[in-house]
């Protein structure tokens, strides 16, 4: 079966980058779009980035300028290179990718999350 797992996680304090990565692995056909999205505590789940199978990126207004979305398709793995991370940041970050399998099932594949605090 289909495994995502996000990595590169941690604590960081204001001003600070992290680098995340998103590993997919399994029976895959091809991965279409992967996107990064992150949940805080109280807050409703937001899009963060997203990259197209073709490598177009798109941003939420309060990243652009700060996060870079990019990806490795011989890898099957995305990146999330964060700079610039204020304690606003400090978020729960999933990966999804959006698969085909080998087993022609073509669906959202979620990662189980990696922690990003940010705070001095």
């Known amino acids: 079966q289909v495994q995502v797992v996000e990595s590169g996680g941690g604590l960081v304090q204001p001003g600070g980058s992290l680098r995340l990565s998103c590993a997919a692995s399994g029976s895959i056909f091809s991965i279409n779009a992967m996107r990064w999205h992150r949940q805080a505590p109280g807050k409703a789940r937001e899009l963060v980035a997203g990259?197209?199978?073709?490598?177009?990126?798109n941003y939420a207004d309060s990243v652009k300028g700060r996060f870079t979305i990019s990806r490795d398709n011989a890898k099957n793995t995305g990146y999330l290179q964060m700079y610039s991370l204020n304690p606003e940041d400090t978020a729960v970050y999933y990966c999804?990718?959006?698969?085909?399998?080998?087993?022609?099932?073509?669906?959202?594949?979620w990662g189980p999350g990696t922690q990003v605090t940010v705070s001095s």
């Open positions: 990259i197209s199978s073709g490598g177009s990126t």
């Open positions: 999804t990718a959006d698969i085909l399998t080998t087993g022609y099932v073509r669906r959202d594949f």
